[in-house]
């Protein structure tokens, strides 16, 4: 069964299921983008459901048992066209994501319109980063000698840290572009123009150019990763100087805690 006869198949089993409740289909990442890497990417789906009652998602539950474990995709967003709209700033790259790059699978266009707070993209992009680099740290301290394990765990991190380096890019207010490849080279370009260790970005860009990254040794694709994220960690951190400040995070937080989903300033606290 192709991709498109998939995913017209779960339309068909989501109409079924939830009826009327089904306000939309959205087929978002790198299948739109046309930079899917076979194993490790899914087809992301995201449902909108005019209800998310109980009721209505146990109707839902053997569609999704079917396309997660049946089809061994990951699981769909549920929200309902409110939520999505007041989740803009805890899920800013995912909503960034979509709207570059979406189908409409069936019913309405929703996404397309919601802002985006981009202060608060940027700390959930170096949020991600580092939650990434301790994921990868952690893996490494189970097996430091299984270099097979080390290798799948890199090569399955590749899709993340690729869409965590496009949005260090559009977090610096540089174009982000699509391939896969050209996002790492300007990035790199990015790194090389605030330090003066460049070669070991441009001996591994043009290495990669020659080579798949399956004839790279460990050590390289490890230290690049490592490096890579770290730099970007740094270059969010210093395009925070006109973002979102630590005290300003602070006090997001403690609105949000509160249930108060908007961004408050400091001069509109008493």
């Given at each position: ?45 995201l449902c909108v459901l005019r209800s ?219």
């Open positions: 069964m192709s991709k498109d006869e998939l995913l017209q198949q779960f339309v068909t089993l989501a109409r079924n299921a939830v009826g009327d409740n089904l306000e939309s289909v959205v087929l978002y990442g790198s299948t739109v983008r046309g930079d899917a890497q076979a194993p490790y990417s899914d087809l992301n789906l998310t009652s109980r009721a209505e998602l146990e109707k839902m539950a053997t569609l999704v048992n079917w396309w997660s474990q049946g089809q061994g995709q990951r699981s769909p967003l549920i929200f309902t066209a409110d939520e999505l709209r007041r989740s803009a700033d805890v899920f800013a790259i995912e909503l960034i994501d979509m709207q570059r790059a979406h189908r409409v699978l069936y019913g309405a266009v929703i996404i397309s319109d919601i802002p985006v707070p981009m202060n608060l993209h940027r700390v959930q992009v170096e949020h991600e980063l580092r939650t990434l680099i301790q994921k990868l740290r952690q893996h490494y301290l189970h097996g430091p000698a299984e270099e097979t394990n080390l290798r799948t765990a890199l090569a399955k991190s590749f899709s993340s840290a690729v869409t965590l380096l496009r949005h260090t890019l559009i977090a610096m207010d540089h174009d982000a572009p699509t391939d896969r490849h050209e996002v790492l080279i300007r990035c790199i370009s990015i790194w090389v123009s605030m330090s003066t260790r460049s070669r070991p970005y441009w001996n591994f860009a043009r290495l990669q150019t020659r080579k798949g990254a399956s004839d790279l040794c460990t050590e390289a694709i490890w230290k690049f990763w490592n490096t890579s994220v770290i730099n970007s960690i740094e270059s969010c951190r210093r395009k925070s100087g006109s973002g979102l400040g630590n005290e300003e995070v602070r006090i997001w937080l403690h609105h949000h805690s509160r249930g108060e989903m908007k961004w408050v300033k400091r001069s509109s606290l008493s």
